[in-house]
DNA sequence: ATGGTAGCGTAGCTA
């Protein structure tokens, strides 16, 4: 089973990008976020078209938005709401097997490292301590479960470009890699892809927009990621970044799709 | 220390 997911930043500007994933890599199921649109407008018929006939989608105007896209039956399908917001941020569904998917947009935080004077900060906080109460209460603790998304933390010090220079700016703040630790140790996750590559290893997922050459200055950041519960880590086969998506262009995201293979 | 770009939707918010 191959999984991608992806932030795709405007699923209907990107769509010709969305198919050429799916043409070049065959994904099984296709994770996206900040698909910006409401369900009505969704390009299904497009993904119909190429085999993705399954789909649970969950957005709203400009802003957010999450999306499941499958080959595979999807059932149980649902989400929920974080926070006592209506933001769509994420989806979930079962796959065969009994495999439980959940795909998550976490709050990016905005730009002041500080909760009391920064409401989009305390808001991604708050959304994390739901994340690991959540994780706590999940049943069934042999259950197969992926939790994908653009969780909007780079939590290694080799998921950033300098560690040093980003320790006070969000996405990498000592604050949120210990919620995001915490919430990680709530659900008993384990982080697919570093279970492949060393953590002494550097690897980003995101490169800003603001960079005139993002390739050659490469200060890249890995907010992108994909966790399995425990009984799921034996069928790992290898994860794929793909980096090459960010020079897709002209208009490339400023994500990078994400995929794992599994023996199921 | 600052400003840099992008999408949506057409001003200003979010990233």
């Not at 698909?35 to 009505?40: F, L, Y």
């Not at 299904?44 to 039956?73: C, D, F, Q, T, W």
């Amino acid at each position: 089973m191959r999984i991608v997911t992806w932030n795709i930043n405007s699923v209907r500007l990107r769509l010709d990008m969305v198919l050429r994933l799916v043409d070049d890599y065959g994904p099984d199921v296709l994770c996206l976020q900040e698909t910006k649109v409401v369900d009505d407008a969704f390009p299904l018929k497009e993904l119909a078209a190429r085999g993705y006939v399954h789909a649970h989608v969950r957005g709203m105007k400009s802003y957010n938005g999450v999306a499941i896209l499958s080959r595979l039956p999807l059932s149980a399908t649902g989400g929920t709401l974080w926070c006592e917001r209506q933001d769509c941020r994420h989806v979930q569904a079962e796959l065969p097997g009994g495999i439980e998917l959940h795909n998550f947009y976490i709050p990016a935080g905005g730009d002041i490292p500080d909760p009391d004077l920064n409401d989009k900060f305390r808001h991604k906080l708050r959304f994390l301590d739901e994340l690991a109460a959540w994780g706590e209460a999940l049943e069934d603790r042999q259950k197969p479960r992926i939790l994908v998304g653009d969780l909007n933390i780079a939590p290694l010090e080799n998921d950033v470009w300098s560690h040093r220079q980003l320790l006070n700016v969000i996405s990498h703040t000592p604050i949120e890699v210990e919620k995001m630790d915490a919430m990680m140790r709530a659900g008993e996750w384990v982080d697919a892809v570093r279970h492949f590559l060393p953590a002494t290893e550097k690897l980003y997922t995101w490169w800003s927009y603001r960079s005139a050459d993002w390739g050659l200055s490469d200060r890249g950041r890995r907010l992108d990621h994909i966790w399995v519960t425990p009984p799921l880590v034996p069928h790992l086969l290898g994860y794929t970044v793909m980096r090459e998506a960010r020079g897709w262009g002209p208009k490339p995201s400023d994500h990078v799709p994400v995929m794992i293979d599994l023996a199921v």
